[in-house]
């Protein structure tokens, strides 16, 4: 069942600019600046785009800088009015019924807090209970489930000015969820953290994909986030979406090369295997007697390089390396990939 849906969506901002006017002195040898006109400039952040998110899904939202994101995860949160085309989110269309729809979704944007500063951890969670109407013996369940799932037990009762990011990062994520909305956003949820508490949230975020079913939208820079979190992949650039689809085919269809290591019994196999590649291998290192083999996978599959080899070596081991997406992501961003 698709959870929302983006219709030509195009945002336009009205900028504002204050360009000074000169005019030439009275003895015509100097120019001075005697007033200032404003002028506005249309820059278009997101152009015409459209796609679809199922129920469930969960969803990499990529891009350089400026490309467009977070003014699409705000379209789709409520927060910014398109200048043209629709969003619809769990059947709201988000800044028509703000107050439905905030009651049915989660947002966490990595540089703003929804909790309170000064107040105990559990006081906020107290106060969103009552924003958000939440039954008691619901509340209560679900808050037991997130502290447990978050590791916020330790930290319930510190004031939230006194949490480190990483802290601060988990319990805004439990703020977000304590109403158990269907549909969970995410901008750099991750950002400035350090890789344990990274890999804390990571975990968390798919098993509430696995339990309840959250269907969740992750923008960030962080490729590990995508590459552990997420089953489709959604990348713009200039405000235009350059692909839409899964994670396994943006591999297939944009990464070319592929690298196969092997150890081999003995370091004279491995002399032989590099003076007899087999055919479509365009480039070898060795290291002892593990040898890896760079090919292009529209050319050959790794089974076929595996299946050579194994039938002529011995072999201890061999591994299949994924291509890197970060590489991928970046020759794309850069128009070098087709």
């Excluded at 969970?184 to 890789?195: A, V």
């Excluded at 959250?214 to 979190?229: A, F, G, N, P, S």
């Excluded at 291509?323 to 992501?329: A, M, Q």
Aim: net charge neutral; with cysteine; hydrophobic share 40%.
């Amino acid at each position: 069942m698709i959870l929302i849906i983006v219709n030509e969506l195009t945002k336009v901002y009205q900028v504002r600019n204050r360009k000074k006017t000169q005019k030439e002195g009275l003895l015509g040898t100097f120019k001075r600046t005697v007033g200032k006109r404003r002028r506005h400039q249309q820059i278009t952040a997101v152009n015409n785009i459209s796609f679809s998110i199922d129920r469930g899904e969960t969803v990499g939202f990529l891009g350089p800088n400026g490309a467009g994101k977070s003014t699409v995860v705000k379209m789709l949160s409520g927060i910014l009015v398109p200048t043209a085309g629709s969003v619809e989110v769990n059947g709201f269309i988000p800044h028509q019924e703000r107050m439905n729809h905030a009651m049915n979704i989660g947002v966490v944007f990595g540089q703003r807090s929804t909790l309170w500063w000064d107040l105990p951890l559990s006081d906020s969670f107290d106060l969103l209970k009552i924003i958000y109407e939440i039954n008691p013996a619901d509340f209560d369940e679900t808050l037991s489930w997130l502290i447990e799932l978050l590791e916020l037990g330790p930290i319930m009762d510190q004031p939230v000015r006194q949490l480190s990011l990483g802290q601060r990062m988990r319990a805004e994520l439990a703020a977000a969820l304590l109403h158990r909305p269907p549909v969970l956003f995410l901008d750099e949820p991750t950002i400035g953290l350090d890789i344990a508490v990274k890999q804390r949230i990571r975990a968390a975020l798919k098993e509430l994909n696995r339990q309840w079913g959250v269907t969740i939208l992750l923008t960030t820079h962080d490729l590990r986030d995508i590459e552990e979190i997420c089953q489709k992949l959604i990348v713009i650039d200039k405000g235009q979406i350059m692909y839409d689809g899964s994670l396994s085919h943006f591999r297939e269809q944009f990464s070319g090369n592929r690298v196969i290591r092997v150890a081999l019994t003995d370091l004279n196999m491995a002399n032989q295997l590099v003076q007899n590649l087999p055919p479509h291998v365009i480039h070898v290192e060795q290291d002892g007697p593990w040898v890896s083999l760079h090919f292009n996978q529209m050319e050959t599959s790794a089974a076929d390089i595996a299946s050579r080899v194994m039938n002529q070596f011995a072999v201890m081991d061999l591994v299949i390396e994924e291509p890197s997406i970060e590489k991928t992501v970046a020759e794309l961003y850069q128009g070098e990939v087709k």
